[in-house]
């Protein structure tokens, strides 16, 4: 099974200020790594998939990128509604398997 | 417009069985692989399997093998998730999602179902 490490576990951030998130994989899964965002009591929703393809209506501010085991969630200028938890997913191997999440905190 | 409706919560007891559904809309069911993710009480996303609706092939994670059954009835474009014997460990929130249209992600999720076992 394919672990996805994802770190930090709890990111705290001003308001307007830049997030990375990172999420790393026990093997290659090549480009096939997407990015979820998940708020209290909301089912997850899809912002990044193919490693660095924003989902339709995913605002500009959010972007992936890497490749092969090592992935970048970058939100450039926080705002309010951005505050959330993060799930970094591989399926290019099977099982499928998520990350740990990643909590983004108002600091 | 692009749709997943879940069951209804439930609360069951321990040993009891248990079958949600998912049903698709706004799309031609039988084309995208429908999944299924379990989350614990203030827990992660856990991928649980998938089905294809078109040959209803099938996928489990090793750590639900065995533990439920996903289905299908494509006539009436719906998934299901299903257990036979319930455990108090079985509680949680199970979301149903859909492959988007040239990737494995899940673009479209159902609201959830929230799955309540205890004596």
């Known amino acids: 099974e394919t672990v996805m490490t994802q770190s930090p576990v709890t990111l705290s951030v001003s308001p307007g200020e830049r997030a990375t998130l990172s999420c790393r994989a026990s093997q290659s899964v090549t480009s096939n790594l997407a990015w979820y965002q998940q708020k209290p009591g909301q089912a997850p929703r899809l912002l990044i998939y193919?490693?660095?393809i924003r989902a339709t209506g995913i605002p500009a501010r959010f972007s992936g990128s890497g490749s092969g085991t090592e992935f970048t969630l970058t939100i450039s200028s926080l705002q309010s509604e951005d505050f959330a938890v993060y799930y970094c997913q591989q399926y290019n191997n099977w099982p499928r398997t998520f990350g740990q999440g990643t909590k983004v905190e108002i600091k | 417009e692009v749709q997943l409706e879940q069951s209804g919560a439930e609360v069951k007891k321990p040993g009891e069985s248990l079958k949600i559904s998912c049903k698709g809309s706004g799309y031609t069911f039988t084309n995208y692989w429908i999944g299924w993710v379990r989350q614990m009480p203030a827990k992660g996303l856990e991928w649980m399997g998938i089905v294809y609706p078109g040959d209803s092939d099938t996928r489990y994670s090793p750590s639900f093998q065995g533990q439920v059954t996903i289905s299908v009835d494509k006539s009436i474009s719906t998934a299901y998730l299903q257990w036979s014997s319930l455990k108090a460990s079985d509680t949680a929130v199970y979301y149903c999602?859909?492959?988007?249209?040239?990737?494995?992600?899940?673009?479209?999720w159902g609201q959830g179902t929230l799955v309540t076992v205890s004596s």
């Open positions: 999602a859909r492959h988007g249209d040239s990737s494995g992600s899940f673009a479209n």
């Open positions: 193919g490693a660095s």
